[in-house]
């Protein structure tokens, strides 16, 4: 096996391995929540699995030809193989970036209910799912029957790598947009400075998955500069663009998973718990000094609950996607801790009047308006 092959199976593997491990811990969230999996844990699990298909399958080409030696010669069974697996990992790696990303803005959905951002989210995925499946169509029938795909003397229908820059190029952008959704509604939120800055901290991390988008853009320009032979799929260009194809499944994956795991980051020996002391050292904040000394404030924490709502809230930021189904106008007394409930609901501000404490990460203080659950 060449180095080459061997850093494509080391690559794969740790990234699965950190992919899976994520999954992992987002699924025992939900067991810790008692809540149920949504549609969007069970796209993540179906693109997880398809990944690892395509890792095993290229890992199998990798570890059995001369992927990334120059002076390897494949004979003619070896190039109808590795033309039957890039015939799959293609299809499939189209179909998990589609997963990923519908995944993720559901997700989105379940934290910010306001019609404007909905809209939004609706119309990523309604592209996201068009996109994919028009790029799917296009590859299936470049060649037509499909046993024609693995036969090298046949002609492509359409211009490969032109495809395939589009493809990279189209999808790099929905990165983007998908990648600054949750920015603009985080800005919107009534919450302090830091709150803000963590919480849109947390969404960048999808930056991770554009930046491994546009490189793979340049690899797979630098590809289709290349005048394909029978050998194309064992050289160097192939190899790079092949390689973050497969780098951007996991990325992807591992990022939409850690957004999910604030119940494990607050939870009794989560890792709040450790850097509390730390933040309250580097990061003193103001507000809850002020906030601290405000009788009123004071008497509605002791009160438990809002002015005007009559309920007592037992609610933290990271429980915002699990909320009943509460009436603000009832005269209901009853405390809820936030657990077991089987709807996913968020927060929607209505008025400008009363004001209800919440304690946000590192045990600040965030004064916000009084909430009220919808479905």
């Not at 061997?6 to 025992?28: D, E, K, M, N, P």
């Not at 989210?121 to 029957?145: D, H, M, Y």
């Amino acid at each position: 096996m060449e180095q080459a092959g061997a850093i494509l199976i080391f690559v794969t593997l740790f990234l699965g391995l950190l992919a899976t491990s994520a999954l992992g811990l987002r699924l025992y969230c939900r067991y810790y929540q008692k809540a149920r999996l949504t549609i969007d844990d069970y796209l993540i699990i179906i693109a997880l699995l398809l990944s690892w298909s395509v890792s095993i399958a290229s890992d199998y080409v990798a570890a059995t030809t001369g992927v990334g030696n120059p002076s390897y010669v494949p004979d003619e069974d070896t190039v109808i193989f590795a033309s039957k697996v890039n015939y799959f990992t293609e299809n499939t790696s189209i179909t998990v970036m589609g997963l990923v990303k519908v995944a993720l803005l559901l997700f989105y959905k379940r934290i910010f209910v306001t019609k404007t951002f909905n809209i939004a989210a609706n119309f990523l995925i309604a592209i996201t799912a068009s996109f994919s499946l028009a790029v799917l169509l296009a590859i299936v029938f470049s060649k037509w029957p499909i046993k024609d795909q693995w036969n090298p003397e046949v002609p492509f229908n359409i211009n490969i790598p032109a495809i395939l820059i589009f493809y990279v190029a189209f999808n790099a952008t929905l990165d983007l947009f998908t990648l600054a959704l949750p920015l603009t509604a985080v800005r919107a939120l009534q919450m302090s400075k830091h709150r803000k800055n963590v919480l849109s901290i947390i969404f960048t991390l999808g930056s991770l998955c554009v930046i491994a988008s546009f490189l793979r853009l340049h690899y797979a320009v630098e590809y289709a500069k290349v005048k394909p032979t029978p050998s194309s799929f064992f050289e160097a260009p192939f190899i790079y663009n092949g390689l973050w194809a497969i780098i951007e499944q996991p990325v992807f994956i591992l990022a939409n998973c850690l957004l999910t795991l604030g119940p494990l980051y607050h939870a009794k020996y989560g890792p709040a718990n450790w850097l509390s002391p730390l933040q309250s050292l580097l990061l003193p904040s103001s507000s809850k000094r002020s906030s601290a000394k405000n009788p009123a404030n004071m008497q509605k924490k002791k009160n438990g609950g809002c002015n005007g709502c009559g309920l007592q809230h037992d609610i933290q930021p990271y429980q915002w996607e699990r909320l009943p189904n509460i009436d603000a106008g009832s005269n209901s007394s009853s405390r809820r801790n936030g657990k077991g409930w089987g709807r996913d609901v968020l927060l929607e501000t209505e008025t400008e009047t009363d004001t209800v404490s919440w304690e946000g990460i590192g045990g600040e203080e965030v004064v916000s308006r009084p909430p009220k659950a919808l479905v």
